[in-house]
């Protein structure tokens, strides 16, 4: 049985980060769900690897740019699942032990250096703990953690294909 071909796999992981995303800003507008800094990581971090990934199939590249464009890409699920995590532990947190509210974005910038401002993110406040919206009774940090965690594994795939020498592209005759 032969695999896809590597630019199969990195559009098939395009098209899954572009259709979550555009669900996370049907949540945002249509929904009318305001995500919380956290949220917006994740955002952040979905965008980035829906674009290496889109790159990557545009490109079609060879055994090395394979390898890059897949580390990059995993490297953006794995800090995605990280950012999901930290986001379910806090929901279940009592939000009693959360900070009310966080300075403006604008604030953190100017005042905190770059690592004080994730410090802030990743402690948390009541803004992450509100579960406004659940399907399969799973809220949206928990289906954020199992994409971020479905295209690692999409990743190392890819990456074990690398590593045992299975030919990326299908041989010509």
């Given at each position: 049985m032969?695999?896809?071909?590597?630019?199969?796999?990195?559009?098939?992981?395009?098209m899954a980060?572009?259709?979550?995303?555009?669900?996370s800003?049907y949540?945002?507008?249509?929904?009318?769900?305001?995500?919380?800094?956290?949220c917006?990581?994740?955002?952040l971090?979905?965008t980035?690897?829906?674009l290496?990934?889109?790159?990557?199939a545009?490109?079609?590249?060879?055994?090395?740019?394979?390898?890059?464009?897949?580390?990059?890409?995993?490297?953006?699920?794995?800090?995605?699942?990280v950012?999901?995590?930290?986001?379910v532990l806090?929901?279940?947190?009592?939000?009693?032990?959360?900070?009310e509210?966080w300075?403006?974005?604008?604030y953190?910038?100017?005042n905190?250096?770059?690592w004080?401002?994730?410090?802030?993110?990743?402690k948390?406040s009541v803004?992450?703990v509100?579960i406004n919206?659940?399907?399969?009774d799973?809220?949206?940090p928990?289906?954020?953690?199992?994409?971020?965690?479905a295209?690692?594994?999409?990743?190392v795939?890819?990456?074990?294909?690398?590593l045992?020498g299975?030919?990326?592209?299908?041989?010509?005759?």
């Open positions: 032969s695999l896809a071909p590597s630019r199969s796999l990195f559009l098939l992981a395009f980060g572009a259709l979550t995303l555009g669900a800003f949540l945002e507008y249509g929904a009318l769900l305001r995500p919380c800094f956290l917006q990581v994740q955002r971090l979905l980035t690897f829906a290496i990934n889109l790159m990557a545009i490109h079609n590249p060879g055994r090395c740019g394979t390898y890059l464009y897949g580390l990059a890409s995993m490297s953006c699920a794995l800090l995605g699942a950012t999901a995590v930290r986001q806090l929901q279940n947190t009592a939000s009693d032990q959360l900070p509210c300075p403006s974005l604008h953190m910038i100017e905190l250096s770059f004080q401002a994730v410090r802030s993110v990743f948390g803004d992450c509100e919206w659940t399907l399969f799973l809220s949206v928990e289906w954020s953690l199992l994409f971020f965690v295209m690692l594994i999409l990743g795939m890819q990456f074990s294909r690398l045992f299975q030919p990326l592209r299908p041989a010509r005759h």
